[in-house]
């Protein structure tokens, strides 16, 4: 008898001690509803009852009393239907309710029915959760802006006393609500080093030191920071990741993992008998009776065994597990090794880290994204800086050659400047292409002629190839009908399979030879592109996989996987498809159909060579490159234009004031009063001048130009500018305009 006495009692420590580890409020309460037992977490949070809570203690006593002592806001003045809604129908089902208290904590409550007429009670302390969400709802758009751009833990701080202005859901729950960043460093010293860092380069990452968490326990960390301009203020931005976790998952996906009701069960050590298993247990490996058969390696258990006995606890343990369905899994495992009627038995709590292995491999794919997106931003501040340079020259060379070509008949001559004009134009052609890859503007359809953008492809490849042993043959049909594409885009597709083609041709060592092909079906009213090469191939098993984001057979660091899957959108987003055609397993053959232009471009649509407007207009001219402001002016002369040239903005206003112009064309970038102050003055003091204004430059890349261009809603030229391309401009803002007053 004594020996049962002694079991009875040692199981009810073993209860305890697993209820006592929960850090949920817990209390049992059996059929009658008379309180059992209750851990230490559920006195805390009912501290203005805690002296009540006694085993035997009445559940609608309990009731009463915190509703007579107005702990909970709901309550207060209608405490009797208050106790009534608690008590009425019984604990017959699963309840679920929150409680605020008047002093402001909240609470998550969860009443779940025993299969012995009793019921359990939990209490969760979700106040944090709920400032949060309400920090969340009222933040401004910058707070948003930094939790969406991260799902790490993520504060904005002060510089100075580190104030923290904001923390994400996850930092509130790692290092509590601290006022200042100040409290998360176990050696202040350190601050002040990431400080001085900080304000030097601007950005600090992956900085490995020591933090403090809410319990004030040091845990490593690897931060990275910004300095960010918020409501006028430097603040400093930083994301934390804690190191003692073996993945780098977002702290909101760890709370999700981690969210009551837990996997939890009592399990023999020596045998593997499990003693008890929750649903959730249960719910994820079955109603297995032996624990064993959970690891995927029997060995792997056998090793946990050993450095739990060693330890007698561990903490997100990481290890492969098989479900109830025969999955395979990894999941983190969190244990503790007590005495139970005198054996070693093992209390865990198992997560299935499935989910957020993946959202960490995604959280991965998108830094090396942004990697590379920073990268090409790079590049499209380099090529927008050389087609800048270019701009000018290109111009005088293009024009000239296209003025002399209509001034010239020797045949010989014309023959020459027609191989000055090609050139020029060809170079002006890979310039604006540059450009065009350097914005990433949206989609701009319109009539595109097929085989200029596949000759735009091919010379833009090879102005940067280095591999001079492979050729670019093009094979286009002749009156092959224009499409309807953005030209920039396609040039950029076409540009990209041509460099894949090469990478793999070099790699290989096998194959010299890159076809583009161009047909029109008259049937489907598609046009029909292909690139292709002589090359390896591509293996059978990966070719359905290709146009998969972030999938890619390059070795790590010389490929991202997201080439092929940008133009597989921009081909699907254009309304035409792109797919792989291989018959063997040589060479590689992309093939891309785009509709043809419903309405394409007819001779009559085209610019007239000269302007049909009154002679003897004036026009004034400003351009601080003298070259290109002369050459714009002669054509305009030869237009019957009586014209005036200046290079300063300084002197345009000064003719403004003394003269009136038909035509007034600026250029936007200049050193002393620019397109900007010109603008500004046209507004102020000769708004009907606006109307007949425009701007040729060399500029669009610039922010400040950007901006100007898109406020003054006035025309312009990007440079080089061809004469056919001024008259048509001029002729745009003579429209209506035939009588207009001139000097």
Not at 380 to 397: D, T
Not at 564 to 585: E, K, N, P, V, Y
Request: charged fraction near 25%; proline fraction near 4%.
């Amino acid at each position: 008898m004594t020996g049962d006495l002694d079991d009875i009692e040692n199981a009810q420590d073993v209860l305890r001690d697993a209820i006592e580890s929960l850090k949920e409020g817990f209390a049992l309460y059996d059929e009658n509803s008379r309180l059992v037992m209750f851990n230490q977490q559920y006195a805390e949070m009912n501290k203005a009852v805690a002296h009540l809570l006694k085993p035997g203690l009445d559940w609608e006593i309990l009731m009463r009393e915190t509703a007579r002592r107005g702990i909970y806001a709901d309550a207060i003045g209608d405490e009797e239907n208050w106790v009534s809604a608690r008590l009425a129908g019984g604990i017959e089902f699963i309840q679920d309710y929150e409680l605020l208290e008047t002093d402001g904590r909240t609470y998550l409550v969860s009443v779940h029915p025993t299969r012995l007429g009793g019921f359990v009670v939990t209490r969760e302390d979700i106040t944090a959760k709920k400032q949060a969400e309400v920090e969340e709802r009222d933040g401004d758009l910058l707070i948003r802006k930094v939790l969406d751009a991260s799902s790490a833990i993520v504060t904005m701080a002060r510089i100075g006393d580190g104030q923290i202005l904001y923390r994400s859901p996850a930092a509130l729950e790692l290092f509590g609500p601290t006022k200042s960043a100040r409290e998360h460093y176990v050696n202040p010293e350190e601050r002040a080093d990431f400080v001085t860092q900080l304000l030097a380069d601007g950005r600090v990452d992956d900085l490995m030191l020591d933090l403090l968490n809410a319990e004030g326990d040091s845990f490593p960390a690897s931060i990275s920071s910004q300095l960010i301009d918020f409501k006028g203020e430097e603040v400093i931005v930083t994301s934390v990741i804690d190191l003692t976790v073996q993945t780098e998952a977002d702290a909101l996906m760890r709370q999700v993992m981690e969210a009551y009701p837990a996997a939890i069960n009592m399990t023999h050590a020596e045998t593997g008998e499990v003693l008890f298993a929750t649903p959730e247990i249960k719910e994820l490996f079955g109603s297995a009776d032996n624990s064993k058969s959970y690891y995927a390696d029997p060995a792997e258990r056998v090793r946990y065994l050993k450095d739990l006995r060693e330890t007698g606890a561990l903490k997100e343990r990481r290890m492969a597990f098989v479900d109830a369905t025969g999955r395979k899994f990894w999941g983190a495992d969190s244990s503790r090794l007590i005495k139970f009627k005198g054996e070693d038995v093992i209390v865990s709590s198992t997560r299935d880290l499935t989910e957020e292995i993946a959202l960490s491999e995604e959280l991965s794919k998108q830094r090396e994204l942004l990697f590379q997106n920073e990268k090409m931003s790079a590049l499209g501040e380099l090529l927008a800086g050389v087609a800048h340079e270019l701009n000018n020259p290109l111009s005088v060379v293009v024009g000239h050659s296209l003025m002399l070509n209509e001034e010239i008949k020797d045949p010989e001559l014309t023959a020459r400047i027609n191989k000055i004009s090609s050139a020029a134009e060809r170079c002006a052609k890979i310039v604006k292409t540059f450009l065009a890859m350097a914005r990433q503007q949206p989609s701009k359809i319109e009539s595109v002629d097929v085989a200029s953008v596949i000759e735009t492809a091919a010379d833009v490849v090879g102005y940067g190839s280095t591999s001079g042993d492979i050729a670019i043959v093009r094979k286009v049909s002749d009156n092959l009908p224009p499409i309807a594409a953005d030209a920039d885009q396609i040039t950029q597709v076409i540009i990209n399979l041509i460099i894949n083609a090469e990478q793999a041709l070099s790699m290989s060592g096998s194959g010299d030879l890159i076809e583009i092909s161009a047909v029109s079906n008259p049937d489907t009213g598609m046009v029909e592109i292909t690139v292709q090469d002589n090359g390896p191939g591509i293996p059978a098993a990966i070719r359905a996989r290709i146009f998969e984001p972030f999938f890619t057979t390059k070795e790590v660091g010389e490929g991202t996987g997201i080439g092929l899957a940008f133009c597989h959108r921009i081909i699907l987003s254009h309304g035409g498809q792109i797919r792989l055609d291989q018959s063997d397993a040589t060479g590689t053959c992309f093939r891309i159909t785009l509709p043809v232009a419903a309405h394409p471009t007819s001779e009559t649509d085209k610019p007239a060579d000269h302007i049909a407007a009154p002679v003897n207009l004036r026009a004034l001219i400003v351009d601080d490159e003298v070259d290109v402001g002369e050459l714009n002016a002669e054509i305009l002369r030869r237009e019957g234009f009586d014209v005036e040239f200046v290079s300063t903005g300084e002197e345009a206003l000064k003719r403004l004031h003394t003269s009136n112009y038909d035509i007034f064309l600026s250029d936007l970038n200049m050193p002393d009063i620019d397109g900007r102050k010109i603008y500004e003055t046209l507004v102020s003091q000769f708004p009907t001048m606006l109307e007949r204004t425009a701007y040729i430059t060399g500029d669009t890349m610039g922010l400040s130009s950007r901006m100007l261009l898109t406020e003054s809603g006035l025309p312009y030229l990007e440079k080089p500018v061809s004469p056919a391309e001024l008259r048509d401009l001029v002729a745009t803002l003579l429209v209506d305009k035939k009588d207009l007053p001139h000097g």
